[in-house]
């Protein structure tokens, strides 16, 4: 089967435009779980050279579970679960956050294989947030735009190490 890469952190870090920018063919999503499985998104992609479904979360949140925010979380955490590698994302210019710290942690003890992406890096406005990024531990971050399409080939490689 194809491995599955999900992409996960807080809102508004480009989660979504990076899946869009990698994303060649749109999957159906089954609704096994109406209301949950809702705002997941599924592609196939080439990612690191390998034909993988790559999968677009909501977001991250610390909230509590019968909230729509603590839905989108769960919806995440389904995702880290059943990932093969996951790419979390951080905003490189708005540097690292409570939430980001948060959700590190949170994935260190989930053990998937991991690549921290620090996108908004275009024109290396995002020096600093790639500091921040590697200060947390969990590997080498990548520095992407994923608006601009900056930063993908490294990411594309990295990702073949790990898949
Ligand atoms: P999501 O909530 O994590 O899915 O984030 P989105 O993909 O919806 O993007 C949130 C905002 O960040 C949008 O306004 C995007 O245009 C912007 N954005 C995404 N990628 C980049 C990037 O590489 N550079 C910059 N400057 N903005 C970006
Ligand atoms: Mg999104």
Same mark, same amino acid.
């Given at each position: *089967?194809?491995?599955?890469?999900?992409?996960?952190? &807080?809102?508004?870090?480009?989660?979504?435009?990076?899946?869009?920018?990698?994303?060649?063919? $749109?999957?159906?999503? @089954?609704?096994?779980? *109406?209301?949950?499985?809702?705002? &997941?998104?599924?592609?196939?992609?080439? @990612? #690191? #050279? $390998?034909?993988?479904?790559?999968? +677009? /979360? %909501?977001?991250?949140?610390?909230a509590p *579970?019968?909230t729509?925010?603590?839905?989108? /979380?769960?919806?995440?955490?389904? %995702?880290?679960?059943?990932?093969?590698?996951?790419l979390?994302?951080? +905003?490189?210019?708005? #540097?690292? /956050? *409570?939430?980001?710290?948060?959700?590190? %942690?949170?994935? !260190? !003890?989930?053990?998937?294989?991991?690549?921290? @992406?620090?996108?908004?890096?275009?024109?290396?406005?995002?020096?600093?947030?790639?500091?921040?990024?590697?200060?947390?531990?969990?590997?080498?971050?990548?520095?992407?735009?994923?608006?601009?399409?900056? #930063?993908?080939?490294?990411?594309?490689? !990295?990702?073949?190490?790990l898949?």
């Amino acid at each position: *089967p194809r491995p599955v890469v999900a992409i996960v952190g &807080r809102p508004n870090v480009g989660k979504s435009t990076l899946f869009n920018r990698l994303a060649r063919r $749109r999957l159906a999503i @089954v609704h096994d779980q *109406p209301g949950v499985t809702r705002d &997941r998104k599924e592609a196939e992609a080439i @990612v #690191g #050279g $390998r034909d993988v479904t790559l999968v +677009d /979360t %909501a977001g991250l949140e610390e909230a509590p *579970p019968e909230t729509i925010a603590g839905r989108m /979380t769960a919806g995440s955490e389904r %995702a880290v679960d059943q990932a093969d590698l996951v790419l979390f994302v951080i +905003d490189g210019r708005a #540097g690292l /956050t *409570p939430a980001d710290e948060h959700f590190a %942690a949170w994935l !260190r !003890r989930k053990g998937r294989p991991l690549v921290v @992406v620090v996108n908004k890096a275009e024109g290396r406005a995002a020096a600093g947030g790639v500091a921040e990024a590697y200060a947390l531990g969990l590997g080498e971050p990548v520095a992407i735009s994923a608006e601009h399409g900056e #930063g993908l080939g490294e990411l594309h490689a !990295r990702v073949a190490e790990l898949l």
